[in-house]
């Protein structure tokens, strides 16, 4: 495979009390961020009203139950809230970096 081919390592984005993101050169000059420590999430409910609340713990997730011994938040996680148990919906190892919150 040719450089631009080969995937990168997984970002692992994990339940901490500061946000970080890491940013990384891409093919044709572009910049990728990735979202590696977060804690908060943006809750939208029912009506469409979002909400931004912080992540209290990481619950569950159908994907890799080893993921939530180490807290590690990916697509499809169940995290716990304060407003609730919310389902993540965002990638937040490849979006999300921007604004600083994963969307549930």
Excluded: M, W
């Amino acid at each position: 495979k040719k450089r631009a081919e080969l995937a990168g390592f997984p970002a692992n984005t994990k339940l901490e009390k500061e946000r970080k993101v890491k940013v990384s050169r891409v093919r044709g000059g572009e910049v990728k961020y990735s979202l590696l420590t977060a804690n908060q999430v943006n809750v939208s409910d029912k009506k469409g009203k979002a909400t931004k609340t912080e992540i209290l713990n990481v619950v569950g997730n159908p994907a890799n139950p080893h993921l939530v011994r180490r807290n590690i938040i990916t697509k499809g996680a169940i995290v716990e809230t304060k407003l609730g148990k919310v389902r993540i919906t965002s990638r937040p190892g490849q979006e999300a970096a921007l604004n600083g919150v994963l969307v549930a």
